[in-house]
C-alpha cells in the first residue's frame, strides 16, 4: 500500500507554493548539482523563466532522480525573498529540512505546463527516505 506525501509531510498553505521540477538543463543533471554543491543547488533554484506567472511565496523543490523513471529527489522548500525580471533572490526554509536530500517522491505522469503545488501534492508517493542525504 503507498504512502503519500501528506501522510509525512503536511503543507497547510499549498497554495502558496510553486513546484520546481528540476531537470537536465542542456548541460548538467540537477540531482549531480544537488549533490555537487548546496550553493549552486539554490542558484538553480533562483533562475526565472522568461515567461514566469508565478507570485507564489515559496517553491517546493525537486531534482529529477534519473536513476529511476518518475523518481523526484527532495531539494527543499525555498521562500522567495526579492524577485527581479530574469531572477529570483531565494532562502531555505527549516520547513521539511530533515528530508532535503533524503526523501524521494514518485510523480510518474507527464509533467504540468503550470505547476501548481496544491493541485499535484497529494498524488506525490513516496519511495524511499535515505538514511543520509543523497551525495552521488
Given at each position: 500500500m503507498p504512502i503519500?506525501?501528506?501522510?509525512?509531510?503536511?503543507?497547510?498553505?499549498?497554495?502558496?507554493?510553486k513546484l520546481h521540477f528540476a531537470q537536465h538543463n542542456g548541460t548538467e543533471e540537477p540531482l549531480d548539482v544537488f549533490a555537487r554543491s548546496r550553493e549552486e543547488w539554490q542558484d538553480w533554484q533562483e533562475y526565472r523563466p522568461e515567461r514566469d506567472?508565478?507570485?507564489r511565496c515559496?517553491?517546493?523543490s525537486l531534482a529529477r532522480f534519473y536513476r529511476e523513471p518518475g523518481a523526484w529527489l527532495f531539494g527543499g522548500i525555498y521562500r522567495i525573498v526579492e524577485r527581479y525580471p530574469d531572477r529570483y533572490v531565494v532562502e531555505l526554509t527549516?520547513?521539511?529540512?530533515?528530508?532535503?536530500g533524503r526523501l524521494?517522491?514518485?510523480?510518474?505522469?507527464?509533467?504540468?505546463?503550470r505547476?501548481?503545488?496544491e493541485t499535484y501534492?497529494?498524488?506525490?508517493?513516496?519511495?524511499e527516505?535515505?538514511?543520509?542525504?543523497?551525495?552521488?
Open positions: 503519500y506525501l501528506p501522510e509525512i509531510l503536511p503543507v497547510f498553505a499549498p497554495d502558496e507554493y506567472e508565478f507570485n515559496f517553491v517546493f527549516r520547513q521539511a529540512e530533515g528530508f532535503v524521494i517522491l514518485r510523480y510518474s505522469h507527464s509533467l504540468p505546463i505547476p501548481n503545488f501534492y497529494r498524488g506525490f508517493e513516496v519511495l527516505i535515505l538514511r543520509e542525504p543523497y551525495s552521488g
